[in-house]
C-alpha cells in the first residue's frame, strides 16, 4: 500500500501517481493526522488538469477525517486521540496528512469518520450556498443542478429543511430515485428534455428564484432562462467545462437578474465561520435529519480510477479514498 499519491505534472488521471513519502512531525501550529477516509472532489480534478494551479509536486485531496498522532506547538484545544476533520487544505490522498490545525474541526463520537470526510467540503459548500450565498426562505421554488451528485443530495435535504420547494435535474432514472429520495418535489432528466423549458412548466412560466449551478458550461445559458424576474444564478463549479464571460446586458434583459460565483474558502474565512458550519452539519447528521449518502469507496491506491468515474459521471452521492 502507498502512503500517498502524489501529482509531479498536470495532466489526466494517469498522472495520480502511488508513492512512499515520508511526512514529517507537525510543526508550529499543525497537527499530524491519521487519516481514515479522504474525500475525492470535482476541485482535486481541476487542480490536477492545472485549471487551478497548484505548485507541484504536490498530494491532492482537500478534505478528510481521522484521528490525530501528534500535535505541533502552540496548538490548544487538540490532542493526539481526537477525532478531527477538515477542509480546504490539500494533503488529503494519504495514509498521514499535515494539516494546520485551525482548518481541523472535532468530530463527536456520534458520526462516523467516513461521513465526517463526505460532509466537510461539500457539506460546507451546500450549507453556505442556502444560508449564505442565496438564503433560502420558506416557499421559494429554487432548481438545483445535478440534484444526486455529492453536493446536489446535501444541498436538496437542506433546501427541503428550510422549507423551499426543490426542483432537480439528473440524467439517469437511478440518479432520479436518489434526488427524491433526499426530497426533491420534481425532478427533470435532462437527457430527455430541455430543462427550462420543464422548469417553464413546472413554475407557470414564473421561474425559480435561484439556481445552484454546478455544472457551467452546458448548463448556463438555459439557467439563465429558468430564473423569475431579480431571480439569482450562483455557479459554485464546472463539472462540463468553465462559463466564459458573460455580457451583463444579459442579466437585464433576462430581469434585472444577478449572477455569482461564490467558493467555499470565502465562506469558511474565520474558525468561527468554519465551525458554526460544521457544527450544523455534524448536528444534523447526528440528528439523522441529513443523509450523507457515500456512493463510492476506492482504496487508496486506485486514486486514478476515482478520478476517472467522478470525471465519467459514473458516481453519485460521495467518492471516497480509504486508506
Not at 176 to 191: F, M, N, P
Request: hydrophobic fraction near 40%; charged fraction near 20%.
Amino acid at each position: 500500500m502507498p502512503t500517498a499519491i502524489r501529482i509531479e505534472r498536470t495532466g489526466g488521471p494517469e498522472v495520480l501517481t502511488p508513492a512512499d513519502v515520508e511526512v514529517p512531525s507537525p510543526g508550529p501550529g499543525e497537527v499530524l493526522v491519521d487519516v481514515a477516509a479522504a474525500g475525492v472532489n470535482y476541485i482535486d480534478t481541476y487542480q490536477r488538469a492545472g485549471v487551478y494551479a497548484m505548485n507541484l509536486p504536490y498530494t491532492p485531496g482537500l478534505e478528510g477525517a481521522g484521528t490525530i498522532a501528534e500535535v505541533g506547538s502552540g496548538v490548544t484545544g487538540l490532542a493526539p486521540g481526537d477525532r478531527v476533520a477538515w477542509q480546504g487544505h490539500p494533503g488529503g490522498y494519504a495514509q498521514r496528512a499535515l494539516i494546520p490545525a485551525n482548518v481541523a474541526v472535532p468530530v463527536p463520537d456520534a458520526v462516523p469518520a467516513e461521513t465526517a470526510a463526505a460532509v466537510m467540503l461539500q457539506g460546507v459548500t451546500a450549507h453556505y450556498l442556502v444560508n449564505s450565498t442565496y438564503p433560502v426562505a420558506a416557499g421559494d421554488t429554487i432548481l438545483v443542478h445535478a440534484a444526486a451528485g455529492g453536493v446536489g443530495l446535501l444541498l436538496t435535504q437542506l433546501a427541503k429543511a428550510k422549507g423551499a420547494r426543490v426542483l432537480g435535474t439528473v440524467s439517469t432514472a437511478e440518479k432520479e430515485t436518489l434526488a427524491r429520495r433526499a426530497g426533491a418535489d420534481e425532478v427533470i432528466r435532462y437527457t430527455d428534455r430541455d430543462f427550462a423549458e420543464a422548469v417553464d412548466e413546472l413554475t407557470g412560466g414564473e421561474g425559480v428564484a435561484v439556481v445552484y449551478d454546478g455544472v457551467g458550461a452546458s448548463t448556463y445559458e438555459a439557467s439563465l432562462r429558468c430564473l423569475r424576474r431579480r431571480g439569482m444564478l450562483v455557479l459554485f463549479g464546472a463539472s462540463s467545462g468553465p462559463v466564459p464571460p458573460i455580457d451583463p446586458q444579459v442579466l437585464n434583459s433576462g430581469g434585472s437578474l444577478y449572477l455569482t460565483r461564490p467558493t467555499a474558502a470565502d465562506h469558511v474565512a474565520t474558525r468561527d465561520e468554519l465551525t458554526w458550519r460544521t457544527g450544523e452539519l455534524f448536528s444534523a447528521v447526528a440528528a439523522g435529519t441529513l443523509d450523507v449518502r457515500v456512493g463510492a469507496r476506492y482504496p487508496l491506491a486506485d486514486a486514478r480510477t476515482a478520478h476517472e468515474d467522478l470525471e465519467g459521471r459514473r458516481t453519485t452521492g460521495k467518492v471516497l479514498l480509504v486508506p
